[in-house]
């Protein structure tokens, strides 16, 4: 049997990307996993990671107001977020919401943007 990424098989039952944070050498399961870091201070950048998601064309897909208690929602079912990295995570383990994260949806074109925002190609993608 062929086991894309056996080390993190137990880890990672949904067979979600590795992101390699953009600041430090840790790896994430999971776009959400990459901005929970962020977001919450335990790396650098932290607040640019919640305005950021207001400066795309899309935000209106995903963001209520930045001042809102939850700023974010999921377009598919309306569920309202604090943080950018609980609408990821949504989105990666609710199967009918998942589709938000192809390239061509709103939550896909935010991760685009964050990823060349932070100028690391090759490197957001470290193990498939
Ligand atoms: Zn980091
Ligand atoms: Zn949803």
Redesign the pocket.
């Given at each position: 049997m062929y086991h894309p990424a056996p080390y993190q098989d137990s880890n990672n039952p949904l067979g979600l990307p590795i992101y390699e944070?953009?600041?430090?050498p840790?790896n994430w399961i999971g776009f959400s996993a990459l901005l929970y870091?962020?977001e919450d201070g335990?790396?650098?950048k932290e607040d640019r990671i919640r305005t950021l998601a207001f400066e795309t064309p899309e935000y209106g897909f995903y963001g209520n107001k930045l001042t809102d208690a939850n700023p974010f929602f999921c377009f598919h079912c309306r569920a309202q977020f604090p943080q950018v990295s609980y609408l990821y995570h949504h989105a990666e383990h609710t199967p009918s919401c998942s589709y938000l994260l192809n390239p061509s949806e709103c939550l896909g074109a935010l991760r685009d943007f964050y990823i060349e925002y932070y100028e690391c190609p090759g490197s957001d993608y470290v193990h498939f």
């Open positions: 944070c953009w600041f430090c840790t870091h962020l335990r790396c650098v």
